[in-house]
């Protein structure tokens, strides 16, 4: 029996309601759908949430649409990051944040749930979004780096269990680092912008390296060019394929062993989108 696990930042899930979202759901009904910069306040995402049940229970997924559960965090700053959480598998614990920051911009940014798979095992799946930076603003790159530090300690913390033999993970979001010239069209171009920086890309492999996580995707997909999950809304970036892939799923490694297949769902036009990223499903055998 196989999971699906999909990340997917929304772009402000009131928006993507308006253009589409619900019907994504019905069509994909993932196990674990972790979204980002929900930027709503709680009533509209509680509102938005109860349609996407409705979508899982007219496509089967669950009897009722009570069923699915659900859990978000609200930036404490208007307007925004926002992180959600939806699932039609039992939901064991809950946690909030990102042990280590209490500031407000670093609120709305990291969720963690552990599951109960079809199996009787037990993941943590973390949703997670990272500040974007800008390297015109030492503010803003100041709080990036914080909180990717801050990530450090908890994944480690969830290495070691992992290899004790206790719960796998899986840190599912939008992370904003394109990681090696093959995540990113324009390369090149790009090394002195923020989520391309070469001091941002090492903070990956350390995850990987360090940190023994797995790019769950790049390791199915292999050393090819994207393919890609963000594009920007300027010019003809999304119909030329100048992209970004900055959407992720990192494994620890019994849980990465077990993926078989990727989807990075991309939009047939641009009019067609409900956002500016593609959603990426990863399929477990777990």
């Given at each position: 029996m196989t999971i699906t696990i999909t990340t997917s930042n929304v772009n402000g899930i009131r928006a993507a309601e308006r253009k589409g979202i619900a019907d994504w759901a019905g069509r994909n009904t993932p196990s674990i759908w972790c979204m980002q910069e929900v930027r709503?306040?709680?009533?509209?995402?509680?509102?938005?949430?109860g349609g996407?049940?409705?979508?899982?229970?007219?496509?089967?997924?669950?009897?009722?649409?009570?069923?699915?559960?659900?859990?978000?965090?609200?930036?404490?700053?208007?307007?925004?990051?926002?992180?959600?959480?939806?699932?039609?598998?039992?939901?064991?614990?809950?946690?909030?944040?990102?042990?280590?920051?209490?500031?407000?911009?670093?609120?709305g940014r990291w969720i963690e749930a552990d599951i109960r798979t079809p199996q009787g095992?037990?993941?943590?799946?973390?949703?997670?979004?990272?500040?974007?930076?800008?390297?015109?603003?030492?503010?803003?790159?100041?709080?990036?780096?914080?909180?990717?530090?801050?990530?450090?300690?908890?994944?480690?913390?969830?290495?070691?269990?992992?290899?004790?033999?206790?719960?796998?993970?899986?840190?599912c979001g939008d992370?904003?680092?394109?990681?090696?010239p093959l995540d990113i069209k324009n390369a090149k171009a790009n090394e002195k912008h923020a989520g391309f920086l070469p001091e941002e890309r090492a903070y990956v492999d350390r995850w990987?390296?360090?940190?023994?996580?797995?790019?769950?995707?790049?390791?199915?997909?292999?050393?090819?060019?994207?393919?890609?999950?963000?594009?920007?809304?300027?010019?003809?970036?999304?119909?030329?394929n100048v992209g970004w892939r900055i959407d992720y799923q990192f494994a620890t490694p019994e849980l990465a062993e077990t993926a078989r297949g990727f989807v990075i769902d991309k939009a047939p036009t641009y009019d067609a989108r409900w956002s500016?990223?593609?959603p990426l499903t990863i399929t477990y055998e777990v």
């Open positions: 709503a306040p709680q009533p509209d995402i509680d509102r938005i949430v996407l049940g409705f979508e899982y229970a007219t496509a089967g997924a669950v009897t009722d649409p009570g069923e699915l559960t659900a859990m978000n965090e609200i930036c404490r700053v208007k307007g925004r990051a926002g992180v959600a959480l939806l699932s039609d598998l039992p939901v064991v614990d809950r946690r909030y944040g990102l042990p280590g920051l209490d500031e407000d911009v670093d609120s095992y037990e993941i943590t799946v973390a949703c997670v979004y990272v500040h974007a930076g800008n390297v015109d603003d030492p503010v803003k790159m100041e709080q990036k780096y914080r909180f990717l530090d801050t990530m450090l300690v908890r994944m480690g913390q969830l290495r070691d269990e992992a290899a004790r033999g206790g719960k796998q993970a899986v840190l992370f904003n680092i394109a990681h090696t990987l390296d360090e940190y023994e996580f797995l790019d769950v995707m790049r390791d199915l997909a292999g050393d090819i060019q994207g393919p890609y999950t963000w594009w920007s809304q300027r010019g003809r970036a999304f119909d030329n500016d990223h593609a």
